[in-house]
């Protein structure tokens, strides 16, 4: 399995809902990242986990709360959005100590 | 604090044309470096990347790059574009000690027919 599984590919919430984003690797990558793009713009690094562990967060507003439940699972909860959030939400996952990352196909969120 | 260039911002061609986009790091100890395509409406794909070796790197669909150190330089080129090139080309690097990925703001690549 070479692949990062995100679900669900499509979400539109509401300001008040609470909602969250699943992220599934099986290739025994031990980093995983959650990363924002918007349209016509580059990804933007949100989360780092390393060996399940936070190791990185940029400095990302409170409503996205990340979780590494195991090393092969990483959740992204939201709650309380803004529509300013709607964006494209990539997962990926790589070695710990060097590249070689993996892309999932991203979860695209809007805001209403 | 790393940081990632890339010169063009749009480039237009026709069918045939060579291309090579511009990318320039700063970061003064060793790093990583990537170029990854983004389709319309797809996600990021990997089209190649540099650790160490031989510095011209060769990746899928005809693609290849260039990673000159005195430059702190990775450009990407192609010899001959096709209309399914139309794209947004991405620029990153990571050192070896970190593990996040850095990307330039990516350059628009449109080919006409």
């Known amino acids: 399995d070479t692949e990062v599984t995100q679900t669900p590919k499509h979400l539109v919430m509401g300001m008040t809902n609470k909602k969250s984003l699943k992220c599934e690797q099986h290739?025994?990558?031990?980093?995983m990242y959650w990363y924002k793009q918007k349209a016509k713009k580059p990804p933007e690094l949100m989360f780092v986990y390393s060996y399940e562990k936070l190791s990185i967060n940029e400095s990302v507003p409170s409503r996205f709360s990340p979780e590494c439940p195991n090393s092969s699972l990483l959740n992204l909860h939201l709650h309380a959005l803004q529509p300013e959030d709607s964006a494209l939400y990539l997962c990926a996952s790589s070695l710990a100590d060097r590249g070689g990352y993996t892309f999932g196909s991203g979860t695209r969120l809007t805001v209403v | 604090a790393q940081s990632v260039s890339q010169h063009n911002h749009h480039v237009i061609l026709s069918e045939a044309a060579s291309l090579e986009l511009g990318c320039n790091y700063s970061?003064?100890?060793?790093?990583?470096l990537f170029w990854y395509v983004q389709y319309p409406g797809q996600h990021l794909q990997l089209l190649l990347k540099y650790f160490s070796g031989d510095p011209l790197v060769k990746g899928i669909k005809g693609f290849e790059a260039e990673f000159i150190k005195s430059k702190f330089s990775f450009n990407l080129r192609k010899p001959s574009v096709q209309w399914s090139d139309t794209a947004e080309y991405f620029c990153?690097?990571?050192?070896?000690?970190?593990?996040?990925?850095?990307f330039g703001k990516g350059t628009t690549l449109s080919v006409s027919s």
């Open positions: 970061y003064g100890g060793t790093v990583n």
């Open positions: 990153a690097v990571n050192d070896q000690a970190g593990t996040a990925l850095i």
């Open positions: 290739m025994g990558h031990r980093a």
